[in-house]
C-alpha cells in the first residue's frame, strides 16, 4: 500500500516537472511572439494553452485519488495538498504567457512595445526562462537550497518591472497612452509569473522542511 502510494506521488511530481518545461515553452515562445510581432507564433501558443489546462485537470484527479483512495495524513497529506496548490500556479503561469502571446497577437502587424524596450522585454523573457527551469528542479529534486537562486531572479524581475513603470511614467515618453498601457500590462505578466515560480518554490520548500508557507523566506531556504 505505501509503495503504491509513493509511486503515485513520484508519478505526480514527474506530471509537475512536466508542466514547468510547458510553461517555460509557452513564455519563451511568447516572448519571441511579442519581440518579433509573430503572429503565427503567437497563435501556437494560445492553442498550446488548453493542454497546460488538461495536465492540471489530470494531476488534479491523481491528487483527488490519493487523498479518496490512500487517506494520507500528516507529512502525506502536505505533499498532495501542495501539489495541488503547485499545479495550480503552474497553470497561471501558462495563462500569462497566453496573455504575452496574446497581446503581441492583438498589435500584429505592429509590435506591442517600442523598439527601445526590446531589450528589456528580452532580459524578462530570459529570466522568466530561468526562474522556470529553476522551479522545475526544485520540484524534482526537492533541493530547497536552489531556492536563493529563483528569488534572486524574481528581484531581476522586480527591478525590471519597476523600470518599465519608470519609463512609461516619465515626461520624455512619446508613444502615447495605448503604448504605455501594453508596456504595463505586458510588464506585469512577466512580474506575476515569476511570482508564481516564487510560490511554486515556497510550496516545495513547505513539503520537504514542514515550515509553515507563510513562514518561507527564499533568500533564506536551504
Request: proline residues 2%; aromatic residues 6%.
Amino acid at each position: 500500500m505505501r509503495e503504491a502510494f509513493t509511486e503515485q506521488l513520484d508519478e505526480v511530481s514527474d506530471e509537475l516537472v512536466n508542466m514547468t518545461r510547458m510553461v517555460g515553452s509557452a513564455m519563451n515562445r511568447a516572448t519571441q511572439a511579442l519581440l518579433d510581432a509573430d503572429l503565427k507564433l503567437a497563435e501556437e501558443v494560445i492553442a498550446a494553452d488548453a493542454a497546460i489546462d488538461t495536465l492540471t485537470s489530470e494531476i488534479e484527479d491523481n491528487c483527488f485519488d490519493l487523498i479518496a483512495l490512500q487517506g494520507p495524513v500528516a507529512s502525506d497529506l502536505r505533499v498532495v495538498i501542495g501539489a495541488l496548490r503547485i499545479a495550480s500556479s503552474l497553470e497561471r503561469m501558462g495563462d500569462l504567457a497566453e496573455h504575452v502571446a496574446k497581446q503581441a497577437r492583438m498589435r500584429y502587424p505592429n509590435t506591442a512595445i517600442p523598439q527601445e524596450l526590446r531589450g528589456t522585454f528580452a532580459e524578462m523573457g530570459g529570466i522568466a526562462e530561468s526562474i522556470v527551469s529553476q522551479t522545475g528542479a526544485v520540484i524534482a529534486t526537492k533541493d530547497v537550497s536552489l531556492a536563493t537562486d529563483i528569488a534572486r531572479h524574481d528581484q531581476q524581475m522586480d527591478y525590471f518591472h519597476r523600470e518599465l513603470f519608470r519609463i512609461v511614467l516619465a515626461p520624455s515618453w512619446s508613444h502615447g497612452v495605448e503604448a504605455a498601457v501594453d508596456v504595463t500590462l505586458l510588464s506585469r505578466f512577466y512580474e506575476r509569473y515569476a511570482d508564481h515560480a516564487v510560490s511554486v518554490t515556497k510550496r516545495v520548500v513547505t513539503i520537504v522542511t514542514g515550515e509553515p508557507y507563510a513562514g518561507v523566506a527564499l533568500d533564506s531556504a536551504g
